[in-house]
């Protein structure tokens, strides 16, 4: 998720989450920013596409985290349709072949449930694909996602490309969520930490206990490369249980450090 304030603003570790890994193809590549303001959202799709021209460009309507509502940005755009309107306006205007998503919400709470005339506003607008979390803000990830919603927005634009997100942990949940919807496509999020066996289209609880240990410590040797050893052994500590859960406990628990944990696990 990047800023689109720190990009305009040349913020160095806003420029860093544009890398791409050194097998990822730019034309293969959606990313997602995050603002409340048209005008910086239209700089930075400038400055991308003078990096390289992604896939897709989603705009992120849908984080409920608070330091990113008070500014405006994230869940509080169904707030303000009008300006998610002239958010993705904005960025069509740069250039009208690029792809544009957005992703959003049920609404604020469920006092407020809004995701169709959101969504109304964003298709005026000439979004081209629409991913929704049927929660609202107030839920958070609480509860269960409300999938019959998807199915109504789905129904509502059957000429957009619709994905449903939320409670799609596993490839057979995955599954779950499209017949529920019947929507185009599913997106993973916190499903796929710790989990990359999903895009194999496997089950990470049937995946062998050597398998996994061995994903966990190719990704901690990825770190390595992009990141520098000092930070990787930082960053690994919130995928490792991820990784190892359901894996002999001895293995994870008592171990001061990530970089001892791969030791001794390899």
């Known amino acids: 998720m990047v800023s689109v304030e720190g990009l305009i603003r040349n913020g160095e570790r806003t420029f860093d989450l544009l890398r791409l890994a050194d097998n990822e193809k730019p034309e293969m590549a959606v990313v ?31 984080c409920s985290v608070r330091k990113v509502v008070k500014t405006g940005a994230g869940v509080a755009l ?38 169709l005339d959101f969504a109304e506003h964003a298709a005026q607008a000439g979004a081209d694909i629409m991913t929704l979390h049927p929660r609202t803000a107030s839920q958070g990830f609480s ?39 019947s929507c185009d496509a599913v997106m993973m999020a916190r499903g796929l930490i710790g989990n990359p066996f999903a895009f194999e289209g496997r089950n990470k609880t049937e995946v062998p206990s050597d398998e996994r240990i061995a994903a966990y410590n190719r990704h901690y040797e990825l770190l390595k490369h992009y990141e520098g050893e000092r930070k990787a052994d930082f960053l690994i500590r ?23 944990m791969k030791n001794a696990l390899s």
């Not at 998610?84 to 449930?113: C, E, P, Q, T, W």
């Open 32 to 62: 997602q920013f995050f603002g409340a303001d048209p005008s910086s959202f239209s700089k930075s799709v400038e400055i991308l596409l003078k990096q390289y021209r992604p896939l897709c460009i989603d705009i992120n309507a849908g």
């Open 78 to 115: 169904m707030g303000n349709p009008k300006k998610a309107h002239d958010i993705i306006k904005a960025m069509k205007d740069v250039d009208s072949s690029l792809l544009v998503s957005i992703k959003f919400r049920l609404g604020l709470n469920y006092d407020s449930v809004s995701y």
């Open 143 to 181: 509860g269960a996602a409300d999938h019959a919603r998807t199915k109504a927005l789905k129904e509502a634009f059957p000429e957009k490309i619709v994905i449903a997100s939320g409670d799609a942990f596993e490839m057979r949940s995955v599954d779950e969520v499209l017949s529920l919807s």
């Open 238 to 260: 919130k995928f490792a249980k991820a990784y190892l859960s359901g894996i002999d406990k001895c293995l994870i628990d008592g171990v001061s450090s990530k970089a001892s």
